[in-house]
Nanobody, 126 residues
Framework: VQLVESGGGLVQAGGSLRLSCAAS????????MGWFRQAPGKEREFVAA????????YYADSVKGRFTISRDNAKNTVYLQMNSLKSEDTAVYYC????????????????????WGQGTQVTVSS
């Protein structure tokens, strides 16, 4: 599975961005997908995750109510809609695909993900 993120950029606080993650590989649509982020000097942290069917979704408390994760399996693409952005959302955002198939409960630990994209920078100016 190969993952390519896009959609990052510079935005003012309060603004919105939509990240996309295009997946290739026959099994990509059957895997749970997650978004993580890493700010300078900090460890990578969980942002959001979605099961293969889209039926289960989890968010980090810090983004709940502002970010929305979704997926289009026909397009092998996962999205992260980010609204009401804050300066503390500044980070490199990574898309990840899970280890297993058809899991009904997407993981919130990076160790549950086997494939990673190269990351896309999101910078929120205050």
């Amino acid at each position: 599975v190969q993952l390519v993120e896009s959609g990052g950029g510079l935005v003012q606080a309060g603004g919105s961005l939509r990240l996309s993650c295009a997946a290739s590989g026959r099994t990509s649509s059957s895997r749970e997908m997650g978004w993580f982020r890493q700010a300078p000097g900090k460890e990578r942290e969980f942002v959001a995750a979605i099961s293969w069917s889209g039926g289960s979704i989890y968010y980090a408390d810090s983004v709940k109510g502002r970010f929305t994760i979704s997926r289009d399996n026909a397009k092998n693409t996962v999205y992260l809609q980010m609204n009401s952005l804050k300066s503390e959302d500044t980070a490199v955002y990574y898309c990840a695909a899970g280890v297993g198939y058809y899991s009904g409960s997407p993981g919130r630990s990076q160790y549950e993900y086997a494939f990673w994209g190269q990351g896309t920078q999101v910078t929120v100016s205050s």
